[in-house]
């Protein structure tokens, strides 16, 4: 029996390895975002400089292993077995739960993980043994915790969100009042004092005031002590001296410096900050197994106290904890998922919104636009044009949704900004040994400096606000859903240990693959080869010949998803029907994104090629009209089915199927004129309109005929005629379309594209 100790701390060491990849997944965006989104250095830089901030902050971090042993819970009041069966639990759940989060790509608290989680299964353990007890009641819960320590964790993490995105903010604002989006001369005649302060707080706060939390902080405290406002000025004469001659000899931007700096400063801070919650239950129950295992006392009698003692900080430990993190920093995909959230939400410009607003994101922006407009009611005009001078954004190329992408998220001084203040407020953090969340501070501060900066405009606000407060959602739900599944598992444990550890064990095992394979499969998907592609052409005859592919796809598509809706409705196959829905849905989707780049499209031409715009506006237009036709088709045929009503009679299916292979014959020869671009073709297809419409008024009138005379079901009735005059909407859009085209084609005429221009 006294075996399953040892194989417990075992299985919890390999836990720990699993906990830093999940983790660092996780948390990688505090300390790269800004960096990467800024793009002043290149991505090899950005890992070469974040590692050496890693491995650097995992020597610092000793000094708060305290947590995991004695900040939530009194190790005294329970045994070396629930202390084991605790810490068991907490591994396995905080590992599924930041995977969990790593899979669907938002930044969750790796440190309100951990602490929720301590606090759920010790709750839960203190629990078991006070039911067991005959002189405890639940009133005796609290000789079992430590709740002055697990509020005031509590307390300083909820802060936390709010100082961070404060101070973000207004110093976000008055960096952008002095320095504008035009900063580069100023940079040049102000950088100096600007990298003298930022790098002087950075430096000052991450080197000193961290040095606090570590055991090295006994060498120096004599030397530091009483001498910081020294320290302070000296730092910042040596550092504007510093970035003066780096901009006069390098002939380059000291926010450079700054981003490097700060970016390893941040990797730093992270390290010594979170390294606790990764190996912090580990090395406690390492340290508890071998003060048990040479005790001579049985595991249920062996109480705890020795966690309330300071344990020694094992290096070597840590520098392979450091080692772990720095390997997945360079490896993880899923960092780069959780990435991409911060930084869309950041992103000074336009991009694909990640999050759909909903009721409380358009009420506080509507509220937040009242407000707004309140101050400017108040503050004199003169100073609201001063203020909004310094917020007016270069003159750039309108980039398109896609190309926002590869272009800097915002410039480098709200980079440096961001670095700066969420590097300080960790910090200072880290000095007082609280475990706040540097997930919280960094994410907060970047949305705090994105709103000083207007990024969150008209267009995007409600988006924007919808994601904050997804993510803010979400890490209320990894506190309440760490709290209680770490409560369950531990219940779990404790009902039969031999049994439920290695099922347990097994079923984490099961579903980490599960999510690498299912992340896996969505990072590595590929565009579809029929998707549909936005036009860049600056004439008439340049735009026919670029959107020839998104016809043919979307006739092919529209083809197939009609033909799959007669054959659906005929055999009454809900599972068709269910796929064809969900395989319009993301045809009209394509068709309204490329209606969304209209704006960058039009914006991007020059004068003499104003008609390639109109027409291009108008297929896009008839193309809309065609997938809402054929959505409104899956639409009611998958609704007739599901809901079990009467089938279509054998005249309508047989009717519906000749009618089929008309569209068929029509969409065919359409793709095939597109295909080979002979777009002169097109005059054979168009020929055949009348005959087409003609067949459909037939159809018509045969079922007005039926109606009064033989049919019984007015569902049939009504999705019959709903689904006939459908596709004579279907077929007039399609026939405008083919008629703008062969209008609008001109052999003799060369296709011009688009010349990308500077920057203006």
């Not at 409705?569 to 490329?594: H, W």
């Amino acid at each position: 029996m006294d075996n399953i100790y040892l194989y417990m701390l075992i299985a919890i060491t390999i836990l720990a390895v699993a906990d830093i990849v999940v983790g660092v997944s996780n948390d990688a965006i505090n300390f790269l975002n800004s960096a990467i989104g800024s793009k002043a250095i290149s991505m090899k830089t950005i890992m070469i400089v974040a590692s050496l901030g890693i491995f650097i902050g995992a020597v610092y971090s000793s000094g708060l292993m305290e947590v995991a042993r004695k900040g939530i819970f009194v190790p005294a009041q329970f045994s070396f077995h629930e202390i084991m069966l605790i810490f068991m639990a907490v591994m396995i759940t905080d590992i599924l739960l930041l995977d969990f989060f790593n899979t669907i790509g938002l930044p969750t608290s790796t440190t309100v993980s951990i602490v929720f989680n301590l606090l759920g299964a010790a709750v839960v353990m203190a629990l078991i043994k006070i039911s067991a007890s005959d002189t405890e009641t639940f009133a005796n819960l609290g000789n079992y915790i430590n709740t002055k320590k697990a509020i005031e964790i509590i307390r300083g993490i909820l802060l936390s969100v709010l100082i961070a995105f404060s101070v973000g903010a207004i110093v976000q604002w008055i960096s952008r009042l002095i320095f504008t989006f035009h900063y580069e001369n100023k940079i040049k005649n102000f950088g100096a004092i600007f990298g003298g302060v930022a790098l002087t707080a950075i430096l000052y706060f991450i080197f000193m005031k961290g040095l606090k939390g570590t055991p090295y902080y006994k060498d120096l405290k004599g030397i530091i002590g009483g001498n910081e406002l020294f320290i302070i000025i000296g730092g910042f004469i040596l550092f504007t001296l510093l970035s003066y001659a780096f901009q006069k000899i390098a002939k380059k931007s000291i926010l450079i410096v700054v981003i490097i700096v700060g970016t390893f400063g941040l990797a730093l801070a992270f390290s010594g900050n979170d390294l606790v919650n990764f190996i912090g239950v580990p090395m406690a129950a390492y340290h508890s197994y071998e003060a048990w295992s040479g005790s001579g006392i049985s595991p249920t009698d062996f109480t705890m106290g020795v966690l309330s003692k300071k344990m020694p900080a094992e290096p070597f430990l840590l520098f392979i904890a450091g080692a772990i993190m720095v390997i997945t920093l360079w490896f993880s995909k899923k960092a780069k998922t959780v990435a991409e959230t911060e930084l869309s939400l950041s992103r000074q410009g336009d991009t694909h919104e990640k999050f759909e607003p909903n009721l409380l994101s358009r009420l506080i922006v509507k509220v937040s636009t009242w407000l707004s407009t309140g101050f400017e009611d108040i503050f004199p005009k003169s100073i609201q044009t001063k203020i909004d001078a310094s917020f007016q954004k270069p003159n750039t190329i309108a980039l398109t949704k896609d190309q926002s992408i590869d272009a800097p998220a915002f410039d480098m001084i709200r980079a440096s900004v961001n670095l700066m203040v969420a590097g300080v407020l960790i910090s200072i953090a880290t000095a007082m040994k609280l475990p706040l969340s540097t997930t919280y501070v960094t994410f907060m501060v970047a949305m705090g400096t994105s709103l000083a900066d207007r990024a969150w405009g008209a267009e995007s606000a409600v988006y924007r606000v919808a994601g904050v407060l997804n993510v803010i959602g979400g890490w209320f739900g990894t506190a309440l859903g760490a709290f209680t599944a770490a409560g369950i598992v531990v219940f779990l444990v404790n009902w039969h240990p031999a049994v439920m550890t290695p099922v347990l064990l097994l079923l984490t095992v099961i579903l980490l693959v599960r999510n690498y394979l299912s992340h896996k499969k969505k990072s590595t998907a590929t565009k579809d080869e029929d998707s549909l592609t936005k036009a860049e052409s600056s004439s008439v005859q340049g735009v026919i010949y670029e959107s020839a592919s998104n016809i043919v796809n979307v006739v092919k598509r529209g083809n197939k998803i009609y033909s799959s809706t007669i054959t659906g409705l005929a055999k009454q196959d809900l599972a068709l029907l269910k796929k064809n829905k969900k395989n319009i849905v993301k045809l009209s989707d394509e068709v309204e994104d490329l209606r969304d780049n209209i704006f960058y499209f039009i914006k991007n031409l020059d004068e003499s090629s104003v008609g390639a715009s109109n027409f291009y506006i108008n297929i896009l237009g008839y193309l809309q009209d065609m997938t809402q036709s054929l959505e409104y088709i899956s639409k009611v045929s998958h609704k007739h089915v599901n809901n079990n009503h009467k089938k279509l009679k054998f005249n309508q299916i047989k009717e519906l199927k000749e009618i089929e292979g008309a569209i068929d014959t029509l969409f065919t020869a359409t793709k095939a004129a597109f295909d080979s671009k002979s777009f002169e073709e097109i005059g054979a297809v168009l020929s055949k309109k009348q005959a087409i419409f003609n067949l459909l008024t037939e159809k018509i009138q045969k079922q007005v005929e039926r109606t009064r005379t033989e049919e019984s079901s007015p569902k049939n009735t009504t999705l019959y005629f709903g689904i006939l005059l459908e596709t004579k909407d279907l077929l007039t859009a399609t026939m405008n379309l083919l008629e703008e085209y062969y209008n609008a084609h001109d052999s003799s005429v060369e296709p011009a594209t688009i010349v990308p221009t500077e920057e203006g």
